[in-house]
């Protein structure tokens, strides 16, 4: 299984940014995805999930600015991202596993390569 993230970019406070994560083999509709990001110096961190049957969850950081979104036909999962703030500055990462979704980065098996968000002030 392959993941691709795109969408990342440099954006003024309280924009929004929309990232894409597309799945490549394996069996997208089976799978339990997640978001993290990582800022420079601090350890990766969970964003917000989506599981295989549609179950979402985010972390209170992003809880009311982000929504995660999931096309299966499209083996897609979005990060849509409102009233951004200089501290979402981070690398995100895409992530899947098959079967129940959690909020550890150990548990899952495949990752994408990470796009940079910056957000500036």
């Known amino acids: 299984v392959q993941l691709q993230a795109s969408g990342g970019g440099l954006v003024q406070s309280g924009d929004s940014l929309k990232l894409s994560c597309t799945a490549s083999?394996?069996?997208?509709?089976?799978?339990?995805l997640g978001w993290f990001r990582q800022a420079p110096g601090k350890e990766r961190e969970i964003v917000g999930t989506?599981?295989?049957?549609?179950?979402?969850n985010y972390a209170d950081s992003v809880k009311g600015r982000f929504i995660i979104s999931r096309d299966n036909a499209r083996n897609t999962v979005y990060l849509q991202m409102n009233s951004l703030k200089p501290e979402d500055t981070a690398v995100y990462y895409c992530?899947?596993?098959?079967?129940?979704?959690?909020?550890?980065?150990?548990?899952?098996?495949?990752w994408g390569q990470g796009t940079l968000v910056t957000v500036s002030s």
């Open positions: 992530a899947a596993r098959q079967g129940a979704v959690y909020s550890d980065t150990r548990r899952y098996y495949y």
């Open positions: 989506i599981s295989w049957n549609g179950g979402i």
């Open positions: 083999g394996g069996i997208f509709s089976r799978f339990s």
